[in-house]
């Protein structure tokens, strides 16, 4: 046997498999090939026996195209095995019966509520800005009054992201960014993210969103934004009662924050309102004139009030979800129930 003698073989082998394989038609007679063709007693066994007199060198060559056509016989077996089940099966099986339905995407609820309370806050003539959520620290705490000492300065209390710039822990800074760059009348809100330090827990997340409302003028009043938070929680919640409580922020003066009775119990009391009949939905207050003195405004010429409103507590109320973490979990069953 010399290779160019093998090499003939081979190729009537080839020919001689390619008429056999053509006429198979079921897995028996397809089995018989692969005994007759790579079986242990198969023409490849008797082939690769004939070389077993060659030179090294040429039992090299001979060895590397031999297990060649193996590879060749073999995929060529496996192909019309495949073939063949799936034609034994019937094909590709398409149940075309299969219920289907197609799930559109829907507005998380927390959106429909900035939406909401954008929409209504546009209509009391407020204007959409927004700030960074990279803040100086100077804005976040200095410029709004609140000194350096004020626990919120804390690490505990806000991520510090590199020397004098901070996540922002609140919207107020936006005011500061607007006072600084407008003078009155400015009658803005500002949507967006907020981030602090806290443990997750039902009620608490590290980042969540606040809606921050600035008006600020000569002669807005006390009754301004009493009135301007009536028509919110009335717009928002329908009926409810409001009320307002004195509160303390180093950036208002006086400062308050409202209650509105519950909307699940009614006042009745209830595991939402902790059975006081009451709760509690911002802060707010008048602008301290220090704030107007740091971003430059003359001195007692303008007045003005600010709020600042938590989205995930005002959506969890008005959907009466009991847990904040339902709202960052994306479970399609839940988000399903709004809209
Ligand atoms: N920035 C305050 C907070 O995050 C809320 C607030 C805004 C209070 C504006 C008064 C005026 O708690």
């Known amino acids: 046997m010399t290779r160019i003698l093998l090499k003939d073989q081979i190729s009537r082998l080839k020919d001689q498999f390619g008429s056999d394989i053509a006429v198979v038609s079921n897995l028996d007679s397809l089995d018989e090939l692969f005994r007759k063709y790579i079986g242990r007693n198969g023409l490849l066994r008797d082939l690769t026996s004939t070389i077993k007199d060659l030179s090294a060198e040429e039992k090299r060559t001979c060895g590397t195209e031999l297990n060649q056509l193996k590879d060749f016989l073999t995929s060529k077996l496996e192909e019309a095995k495949m073939t063949l089940k799936r034609k034994l099966e019937g094909g590709e099986k398409i149940d075309y019966t299969y219920p289907f339905s197609a799930q559109t995407g829907r507005e998380h609820p927390l959106y429909s509520t900035f939406e909401e309370i954008i929409t209504i806050m546009e209509r009391l003539g407020f204007e959409i800005v927004e700030g960074p959520e990279i803040e100086k620290e100077e804005y976040n705490f200095d410029f709004l009054n609140i000194p350096k000492e004020h626990p919120s300065h804390d690490i505990w209390n806000t991520f510090y992201v590199s020397e004098g710039k901070v996540l922002r822990s609140h919207t107020s800074p936006v005011q500061v960014r607007t006072m600084l760059s407008k003078k009155p009348p400015i009658k803005i809100v500002a949507p967006g993210k907020v981030y602090r330090p806290d443990t997750v827990d039902a009620g608490h997340l590290p980042v969540f969103h606040q809606l921050e409302g600035l008006y600020v003028d000569e002669n807005v009043t006390l009754p301004h934004l009493k009135g301007t938070l009536e028509v919110l929680a009335m717009q928002l919640f329908g009926e409810v009662e409001t009320k307002f409580r004195a509160s303390f922020f180093p950036f208002t003066e006086p400062s308050l924050e409202m209650d509105v009775s519950c909307v699940i119990c009614k006042k009745k009391g209830c595991p939402t309102c902790r059975y006081s009949g009451w ?61």
């Open 279 to 339: 709760i509690e939905i911002l802060g707010a207050g008048m602008v301290n004139q220090k704030v107007f003195k740091n971003v430059g405004y003359p001195e007692n010429k303008y007045s003005g009030f600010a709020f600042g409103l938590g989205i995930e507590r005002i959506t969890m109320i008005k959907y009466q979800i009991q847990d904040i973490r339902y709202l960052i979990e994306n479970n399609f069953r839940f988000l399903k129930h709004f809209i």
